[in-house]
C-alpha cells in the first residue's frame, strides 16, 4: 500500500512539474504524429490545451525533416543534441526553435521505438 501511494504522489509531482515546465515538451511517435504535449507547448505551436482525445496537432512542415533525423538518430541510440529551427512560421509569427528528443520506455501496449 505504502510503495502504491508513493508511486502515485511521484506521479502526480511530475505531471504537475511537465505541465508547468516553461519549454514545450512533446510526445510524438517516429513518424511525426504527435500523442500528447504540455502547456507550454501548446503556445508554442498554437494547439490546443492537451486533453484526452485531442487530436490534429502536428509539428509545422519544415521541420519535419530534421525532426525525423533526429528521431532515426536516437533510434540508433545516437546523439540526442538538439537541433536548432530558424524562422520557423507558426501562426503567422517567425519563430526559433530548438529540439532535443529521447526515447521513452515502452508501456505495456508499445512496443520499443514508437514515442519520444
Sequence with gaps: MELGRTVQSSEARLRVLIETAPVGIVESDTDGH???WNRAA??????PEFTDGTAGS?????????LRDLWSAVLRGGSVDGRDFVDVEIAGKLRVLSASAALLAPTGDETRGSSH
Design 34 to 36: 504527435v500523442r500528447w
Design 42 to 47: 501548446s503556445q508554442v505551436f498554437a494547439w
Design 58 to 66: 502536428s509539428f509545422p512542415e519544415a521541420t519535419l525533416p530534421e
